[in-house]
């Protein structure tokens, strides 16, 4: 059974990679189960967010286990040792954004948005308010979305 597991997370990894890049996107770590890509804000449009979110949605429909995934706009520092080939994104925004994928786990929800993204995405994409929420570690209340 693990090795059937191991396959099909594999599998969705070869995928939303390719997703990813094919919107200008890097994968900057595999984390588990998890993957934690980034735009450089210059390759973020709304219009290539919104295209990766689609083409997401259809990878996600058809894979077994069900990913989930998050978007978040948030300016990060980039550090490590680029000779080691170790790249570490930094900053608040990226905890954040680990916060908002345990909240759509929480809420056995498979796509999210913070208010940041839907704002960004607004006309591009369409997204449905689930309501405020506090997120460990954030002073204030903020809204999540799904797509």
């Not at 995934?69 to 300016?75: D, E, T, Y």
């Amino acid at each position: 059974m693990s090795e059937r597991l191991a396959a099909l997370v594999g599998g969705w990894f070869a995928t939303c990679k390719k997703i990813i890049e094919e919107h200008d996107g890097t994968v900057n770590k595999y984390l588990g189960d998890g993957i934690l890509a980034y735009w450089h804000e210059s390759d973020a449009t709304p219009e290539g967010i919104a295209a990766t979110i689609e083409a997401l949605k259809k990878a996600q429909a058809l894979a077994e286990p069900r990913f989930r995934f998050i978007v978040h706009f948030g300016l990060v520092a980039i550090g490590g040792v680029a000779s080691l080939g170790e790249e570490s994104l930094i900053g608040i925004e990226v905890n954040f954004a680990f916060r908002l994928e345990k909240l759509a786990a929480s809420l056995g929800e498979a796509r999210g948005l913070s208010d940041t993204a839907s704002s960004k995405l607004e006309g591009f994409i369409s997204s449905r308010r689930l309501g405020d929420f506090e997120l460990k570690g954030f002073v204030r209340k903020r809204a999540f979305f799904v797509v």
